[in-house]
């Protein structure tokens, strides 16, 4: 039997924690178009776009990941399209974040108060520029810090892709402790790197928001 060290269980789980970093990133970035895209057509209040896009939301936050990443990997294949692991846990992680983030920055716009869209109309601004340069100014200072510390969120939830064989942090984890019959070492040294990838975006979060709350 091949002998592992600790140094070879961390080299290999480092190797894994580049493609939960690169899943994370995709998630987010994509999820956040999208979820812009849906929030701007539900402020716009174009013509059934308010219940589709709170249909969407409620289907996604209502059911659980795990469930959405099956239906990712062997829902497209009935269409026959052959569907990696890594474009289905892309997929499915970008519509639940999209979901996600499309609400909290609905609710950060809410958050703006209503005579601030009064006086962009008195202004005779469009409904792009209205968002553009009154309101959502001011809704970004309300959305960065639950917007950053969503992200944490997404960095966990990379953990379910393991499930339909994503080689993440969690499945390499899985792997290794097969390998080395050794799963106290192995997932200790994967607790902590998933503690080192979220604690610096949640301590940023909350310095976001310490800093923007003394700007109020």
């Not at 789980?13 to 999208?34: D, P």
């Not at 896009?53 to 269409?79: K, N, R, S």
């Not at 799963?183 to 800093?211: D, G, H, I, K, Q």
């Amino acid at each position: 039997m091949v002998e592992f060290t600790l140094w070879d269980i961390l080299r290999n789980l480092l190797l894994a924690a580049r493609w939960t970093v690169a899943l994370s990133l995709i998630a987010f970035l994509g999820g956040g178009l999208l979820g812009l895209a849906l929030l701007v057509a539900r402020l716009a209040k174009l013509r059934g776009a308010e219940p589709l896009v709170a249909g969407y939301v409620q289907l996604f936050q209502g059911t659980p990941l795990l469930m959405q990443l099956f239906l990712a990997y062997f829902g497209i294949a009935l269409f026959g399209v052959d569907v990696s692991a890594w474009t289905a846990a892309g997929v499915a992680l970008t519509l639940y974040t999209s979901a996600f983030l499309t609400e909290i920055w609905r609710g950060c716009v809410l958050a703006v108060p209503k005579g601030q869209w009064e006086a962009a109309q008195s202004l005779a601004l469009s409904f792009g520029e209205q968002l553009r340069h009154v309101i959502l100014p001011q809704a970004l200072r309300v959305a960065i810090p639950p917007t950053v510390g969503f992200l944490v969120q997404v960095v966990k939830g990379t953990a379910l892709a393991s499930v339909i064989g994503f080689v993440e942090l969690t499945k390499a984890g899985t792997m290794i402790t097969n390998a080395t019959f050794r799963p106290f070492a192995v997932y200790s040294c994967v607790a902590l790197m998933y503690f080192a990838l979220c604690y610096p975006v949640s301590a940023w979060s909350r310095t976001l928001e310490r800093r923007l709350h003394v700007r109020r």
